[in-house]
């Protein structure tokens, strides 16, 4: 698992200059809010994702980018506030203006095989900033495209398609839902199949807004160190079935049955916090995404593909983080999920409306955020080329880390996680987790293995 290879190799990377795809058919020119969990300053950033497919000789002849881009066009007649822009209404609150604008498009091609990015697909990825370029002035908040798509046909077939999504507008699931629907219009499909519903009305606070829960994850911490913007590396982890088993051994039998992610997300807060060298009295605190679909009384319609998430937070001390066993960390990160409901999710946008826009947290290096992504299904999106070999955000964001379903070379299937810390704390990171993997019956048997590449883009 913490094993380094090196896999050095250049490509090159040729653009068209970027376009606007707009819904195939007329659209409603009108004006929606959104919800009071969309609307919040956290998530006012961008989400790359990334998606591998291999050369489908049932598809020879066929090009991926028209067919992707007349797929586009015809699912955005359904989704066609993606169409839009986004503006500023009283006190602040974004509103979507339904413009049909179009959201931006890239067509291009590499001269690289999907073979010659490894056996195992992981982030970071190579020049990944040319398999998505930033279009200048594409990435603001305010009247730019809510979607930003590139298509990149590979060496001998194959493609790479990915996509940047404007956090307010949606969540991970809603753009999931949006894809798939995509991917259905590609293989000749004229509707979706589940419609598309807008209802932000529903995640909005009660009138009056009641906060009714301690919401940590909006806690202003005080001494707290900040986060460095350099120096930072991103390195990817995999845990399969040996990693976990050995993790669950650290455990009292009382918590080893323990869900993966509960244990997982123990062992990457106590390591990363280990890493960063803080104060013993400095206050940590693990922030888990919990998806509201499952949990919501009545049901949000199917088909929403709003922000229906939260983030509920533990906190404690670094001291007690490290003094004490991992199952300690796992028992706080059962306790704060068993904390998501409906009712939860309305005491946000109440303190929202209330206290007026909340950053999730403040600019704190002893805040991290996990958003288990294994049973989304991004990889089962099919544009007629199979499922993709590798699906899902192309790195950790900041303090944000996402649990990637993967397998490895032998076929084990597994979870991996892109982290991003500071180049000496990446280090001490990595010395702290193989200590945890030592000295106990099952070893790890998975190699990570951390790219190295030059790219040119002409």
């Known amino acids: 698992m913490a094993i380094d290879s090196k896999i050095p190799f250049a490509f090159t990377v040729r653009r068209c200059k970027g376009e606007f795809v707009s819904p195939a058919?007329?659209?409603?020119h009108e004006r929606k809010l959104l919800s009071d969990i969309d609307d919040q300053l956290s998530l006012r950033f961008q989400i790359p994702i990334?998606?591998?497919?291999?050369?489908?000789?049932?598809?020879?002849?066929?090009d991926p980018v028209k067919i992707i881009r007349e797929a586009l066009a015809q699912t955005l007649v359904f989704y066609y506030p993606f169409a839009g822009r986004l503006k500023e209404g009283t006190n602040g609150k974004l509103i979507v203006d339904c413009t049909g604008e179009g959201v931006m498009f890239i067509e291009a091609d590499a001269n690289v095989t999907l073979e010659q990015f490894g056996d195992s697909l992981q982030p970071p990825f190579p020049c990944f900033d040319e398999l998505l370029y930033d279009v200048p002035g594409s990435d603001g908040m305010l009247n730019c495209p809510l979607l930003l798509i590139q298509v990149t046909r590979l060496k001998y077939g194959g493609f790479i398609f990915a996509i940047r999504f404007n956090h307010v507008i949606c969540d991970g699931t809603g753009i999931k839902q949006f894809m798939s629907d995509m991917?259905?219009?590609?293989?000749g499909a004229t509707s979706c199949s589940i419609s598309p519903v807008w209802e932000r009305h529903l995640l909005d606070a009660e009138d009056p807004p009641r906060v009714t829960f301690k919401h940590h994850e909006y806690d202003e911490v005080e001494a707290a160190?900040?986060?460095?913007?350099?120096?930072?590396?991103?390195?990817?982890?995999?845990?399969?079935?040996d990693e976990v088993s050995v993790l669950r051994m650290l455990l009292p039998p009382r918590l080893r049955h323990c869900t993966k992610f509960e244990l997982l997300t123990a062992c990457l807060w106590r390591c990363r916090t280990i890493a960063l060298n803080l104060d013993t009295d400095e206050k940590v605190r693990m922030l888990c995404c919990a998806n509201l679909r499952p949990r919501s009384n009545p049901s949000l319609p199917s088909?929403?593909?709003?922000?229906?998430?939260?983030?509920?937070?533990?906190?404690t001390t670094v001291g007690k983080?490290?003094?004490?066993p991992l199952g300690y960390a796992v028992e706080l990160v059962k306790q704060v999920k068993a904390n998501v409901t409906m009712e939860y999710a309305k005491s946000v946008a109440a303190l929202m409306v209330s206290r007026g826009k909340q950053l999730l947290f403040p600019n704190v290096i002893g805040s991290y955020i996990i958003s288990d992504l294994t049973k989304m299904g991004f990889e089962d999106v099919d544009f007629g080329w199979g499922k993709a070999v590798f699906a899902g955000p192309a790195k950790?964001?900041?303090?944000i880390s996402f649990f990637i379903p993967t397998k490895s070379k032998k076929g084990e299937a597994g979870t991996l996680v892109p982290i991003c810390l500071p180049a000496p704390a990446m280090e001490r990171f990595e010395i702290e987790l193989d200590k945890m993997l030592k000295g106990y019956p099952i070893q790890c048997t998975e190699k990570r293995r951390i790219f190295y590449f030059k790219c040119s883009v002409k």
């Open 396 to 399: 950790a964001i900041g303090a």
């Open 25 to 28: 058919k007329p659209t409603p």
């Open 183 to 187: 991917a259905e219009m590609a293989r």
């Open 303 to 315: 088909g929403y593909y709003g922000n229906a998430f939260v983030f509920p937070a533990t906190m």
């Open 225 to 241: 160190t900040t986060c460095p913007s350099d120096n930072l590396v991103q390195r990817s982890f995999f845990f399969g079935p």
């Open 50 to 62: 990334i998606q591998f497919y291999r050369f489908d000789p049932s598809m020879q002849g066929k």
């Open 321 to 324: 983080l490290v003094r004490n």
